[in-house]
DNA sequence: GATGAATGAGAGTTCATTCAT
DNA sequence: GATGAATGAACTCTCATTCAT
């Protein structure tokens, strides 16, 4: 492992920079790999077209990463850990409060599908690309972050603040709209991204039937 | 072209029919590519397994359709026409009201997302996958079923029924709702398609304010 | 397998044809496979140089036979199987006379060795490249030769006709003498088969220390 | 070539004693040449395996050798020199009589298969793999030691002690038949090695029809 | 005396596709 | 209506080697 950790923070690339971010193979192969496997998909991605892209020879590629299956593990890894800390954090920083909660949820990952757009379609995407063992080991995290969905609502229609009949599917359609958004939103579109969050906190307010 | 026309004989298959072929060659191939592009993507697929499920030569695919992009564009056509036709029925049936209408444009998404599982996973993912000749040609369709929902909605909304504030965005969270439910509905499931139709109906009613 | 028993009878290339044996593929491979095999020895040999001395493109070659190290193993079982069936016939046509059939072995084995030069060496040298499952497959016959020696040897000491105080040295220094002709025979040398054969047989005698 | 020079340095490291390095990289290299060399022949090793098992980085290897070739011949040069030297000083050692010679000769003989058995099989099965310039410059040696063979044969022949018809055979018989021993004896065997020797001196005499 | 990062060439293998039958 | 044999391009990955430090 030792390299999924390098990762993480992309390069802060000052402008006019070449188009690679310069800084070491690693950066650039996981700059170029992000954007190269949401375009394309994983395995509509060649790992020349990486390479290419990065600026960088096919098999420096291979110094950094033994697999291009690694690559793909190691991004979503990234991805998944990122998220997961953020809506954790943003949970600690919210109140006791159901509906506190939740606006807080929904702010994080709406900030991150829109923030972190490419990053988002490529952890929903190339999911299903993980091999076994990588899926594996991911999982948890997954299953994790859906905790905390769960937990949320539950405990908001325990106190009578939530008044949906079927939490789990009021959280499924919360997140899946949510989750929507870093497929049809465009950057630089004209609706900024406080009111856009919002508006889904609105929603999905209004999902579990929010009462106060 | 003439091939294209050849997808129109897809089998009707009732929902929980086995998507095991029975008729000729054509058939086998639609079946055998439905269910592998579903399991491993367009680019994950080769046409070799494909003709290899189907039970024939790698050749005889070719005999059906001129390349691996017509296969799935048949696929994703057929599948997309076949939703659209399903909607449009489906509204004709409803009446005039609002709440009625979105009921019905629910219950049939539900339907097919749950009944068409397969089918509704390739439709999603694989659309980036179409060569934009297909995609072009099958982007109306598309934009016309979103605008089924958005003419719905507008509706409801001018008639003082809907009291959502952002008709697009309670647009899109109620579809990728909906949506959303192929990717993780088990078939064989504890829960009923009516009472999951009836569950969406309740949330779609919420997410655009419905008050009778 | 199937492919396997394809092999066997080396194509009857009539003179002035191509370099390359005519009537289908496989023949072309594997001929080409052994020549460049024996030259080069496994790993040292390209998959693309053998489709290049076949006059075939390289993924011809993939047609007939799933991998490189499939390729070897066909080879090599021919050749195994071919050996040792050759020895059987041999022993069988012997009478029942030690010396007799030491003859025979011996008379056998130089002209394998002879005969079929560039393949024996193949089997010697290249038994090591098999992978696990191959070797294995193959092992029982190649013990099973061995063991037409060992017999025989033993018979011949049962009788009193061989005078070896160590038949498994005895045995292993014949075979020894005999594989290494593959080595150093120059096809075309100034010394008959027949005659090559008459001299390994004397020495094979000599180390069972034959008394008649 | 000033590196070749470094081989002579190489560990004479006795019978039995440890594969692995204790002095600097060079060593460590050799060793770790020696063995992987052996297990998996020239071709079928990288240059990486080899730094790896050295517990050294790829590049230490390039300190000590400008190449992989250079490994190797550097490898079967050792090799090929402390085995003539030993036959040469056996000679030396042993008296004018031919029997007594060819003992002395088989017995060294059969005590390098032994001994250094893995050395043994590198220079047998990877000379082929020598470049031509590294081949031909060892080729001389390995000539001489032929010579040392031959000259001692028919010395006993000439003398009439020896009473084969063919000298060469004989020669080569013999070589086979105690080269060969490097690829069947498993170190740890039930038999010493002194016998082991004896056995071998015995079947010689016979193949060259000895009598007193 | 040694390392980390990188490279270009080539490895084995798979791909979508074609064509004669 | 279908097949077997073949192809060329592209694939992921490994190779021996280099070079600045």
Redesign the interface.
Known sequence: MGHADAMGTAPAEGAGAPAVPRGGGLDAITAAAREIFAE?????TSIRDIAKRAGLSLSALYYWHPSKQHLLAALVEEITHDYFQRCDRALHEAGEDPADRLRALVRVTVEYRVGRRIESNIAT?EW??LEPENRDRLAGLRRSATQLWADLIADGVRRGEFHC??PD??R??I???C???AQ?YEPGGDISLPELAE??T??AL??V?HRE
């Open positions: 394309r998909g994983y395995h509509g995407l299903r690309n009949p079927h599917d009021a499924r359609a997140v899946a709209a989750n929507a958004i049809w508006r889904y609105q929603i209004r999902i039937d």
